[in-house]
């Protein structure tokens, strides 16, 4: 039976990722800092991210290990909560480093969490792995110290794959589509500033399966975007949600009234406003196929609102 060790792995994409292998027969270690926590998906492990202790047995002959870890980036980033999501990216990277440079049979891959932010705010170039260009400002430096943390050390026996995700459209309740779909049902689901911000997305089940498959693909290694291959616009992305759910209008959210909103929900306008424009060139050079390339499918999935015709294709191959 394969193994795979998830750090941090008992919030939204963690469990996703467990649900997943676990369904294809694998063994799921999950490491969190928590006791006694009961999961939908994986068997857990005890660990405080930070030294190490007995968990450092279950990297012995792991097929892959995936870190999650880290703090939510949604919240006010005053200087105490900056700190806490720096140090609790960095500290537990650098602390699996140490253990897996301790086991006699080390993980064959380990996949670390990382992030679509580190390019620079664009409205008009696409950013690959080989070409996009990094971008400044808090969450770009600790993307960058993140994965200076993870390529550091020189481990031989394990490849390394860093994943610069975007956002993950799936239904678990710490997850930003929920939030989106609420806002879109009540009215509120109109663009979001001028609207013009690139917005790179990934279906939840291309996350596990883009997972699944760099673990697979032994020639695949460094950075890697998880991302669908066809990001929109803001307003293209509200109207899309909107129809997905079958509401007709939506009020826009000018830039006072975001930075308002944003204040009074602890959160930062940034991680709306930002243009993420990334794509998947690694992956698509490797021949990775999308199960969701294009937003209204995804959404549509997401909402339940499938066409009868889609619906029978799926059903007919067994996809989800
Ligand atoms: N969700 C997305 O759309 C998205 C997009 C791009 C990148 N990412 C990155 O992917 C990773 C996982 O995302 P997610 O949405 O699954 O996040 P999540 O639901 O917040 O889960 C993160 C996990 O990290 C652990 N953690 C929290 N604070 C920690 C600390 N101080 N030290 C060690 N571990 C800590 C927690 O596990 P325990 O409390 O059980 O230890 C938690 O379950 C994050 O690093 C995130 O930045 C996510």
Not at 261 to 274: I, S, Y
Not at 284 to 297: K, M
Request: hydrophobic share 40%; proline share 5%.
């Amino acid at each position: 039976m394969k193994k795979i060790v998830i750090a941090g792995g008992t919030g939204f994409l963690g469990q996703a990722l467990a649900t997943h292998f676990e369904s294809k027969g694998w063994k799921v270690i999950v490491l969190t800092r928590s006791e006694n926590q009961t999961l939908e998906a994986g068997q857990t492990v005890f660990w405080d991210g930070k030294e190490t202790g007995p968990w450092v047995e279950e990297l012995e002959g792991a097929s892959a290990l995936v870190n999650l870890s880290g703090k939510s980036v949604n919240c006010r980033y005053h200087a105490r909560n900056r700190r806490e999501i720096r140090d609790s990216r960095i500290q537990p990277t650098r602390t699996l480093a140490n253990a897996i440079s301790n086991v006699a049979k080390p993980p064959a891959v380990w996949l670390n969490a990382a992030s679509a932010t580190i390019y620079r705010h664009s409205l008009e170039t696409p950013m690959t792995e080989a070409t996009g260009e990094l971008g400044h400002g808090f969450s770009v430096d600790v993307c960058q110290a993140w994965e200076n943390a993870f390529f550091q050390e020189h481990l031989p026996q394990t490849r390394k794959i860093a994943l610069r995700t975007s956002m993950v459209l799936g239904h678990a309740k710490n997850s930003v589509y929920p939030i989106l779909a609420r806002l879109a049902r009540c009215g509120m689901g109109g663009k979001l500033s001028h609207g013009t911000q690139m917005v790179s997305w990934i279906h939840q089940t291309d996350f596990n399966r883009a997972v699944e498959y760099v673990i697979e693909d032994h020639d695949i290694e460094g950075t890697v975007n998880l991302t669908a291959p066809a990001p929109v616009t803001n307003s293209v992305f509200m109207s899309t949600l909107r129809e997905s759910l079958g509401v007709p209008f939506g009020l826009p959210h000018y830039k006072p009234m975001l930075e308002v909103a944003a204040w009074l929900l602890r959160t930062e306008t940034e991680l709306t406003l930002k243009s993420r424009y990334v794509v998947p060139e690694k992956l698509l050079q490797h021949r990775f196929l999308f199960r969701y390339p294009f937003l209204d499918e995804a959404l549509r999935a997401l909402s339940g609102n499938r066409s009868d015709a889609e619906s029978s294709i799926r059903n007919h191959y067994s996809l989800p």
